[in-house]
């Protein structure tokens, strides 16, 4: 019933810039927090930013400083700015989001894009 779609990914050399973006569809009703998460070969699956629907904001401090989440309600969407870019954020990017659809409206379920590849290489 709901979809995730992401866009953004890629190859950049270290010290540039990405941005990713998550889009929400299907029988949507509400969208709680959002977030985004990545796994790098051999590791687990990590936080990287999240944020609320009113718009606050959480980022670890791996990431503090470079990372910026933001979210547009009326398009169902969430952005991750990644600058200054370092080797070591080499990962597949997942978004995430806490949905509600119209057929179960008061329980919020955990959804997932399918990914997409950052590689920071010269």
């Known amino acids: 019933q709901v979809q995730l779609v992401e866009s953004g990914g890629g190859l950049v050399q270290p010290g540039g810039s990405l941005r990713l973006s998550c889009v929400a569809s299907?029988?949507?009703?509400?969208?709680?927090?959002m977030g985004w998460y990545r796994q790098a070969p051999g590791n687990q699956r990590d936080l990287v930013a999240d944020?609320?629907?009113?718009?606050?904001?959480s980022v670890p401090d791996s990431v503090k400083g470079r990372f910026t989440i933001s979210r547009d309600n009326a398009k169902n969407t969430v952005y991750l700015q990644m600058n200054s870019l370092k080797p070591e954020d080499t990962a597949v990017y997942y978004c995430?989001?806490?949905?509600?659809?119209?057929?179960?409206?008061?329980?919020?379920?955990?959804?997932w894009g399918q990914g997409t590849q950052v590689t920071v290489s010269s």
């Open positions: 995430n989001a806490q949905i509600s659809v119209v057929t179960e409206r008061s329980t919020y379920r955990n959804y």
């Open positions: 944020i609320t629907s009113s718009g606050s904001t």
């Open positions: 299907g029988s949507i009703f509400s969208v709680g927090g």
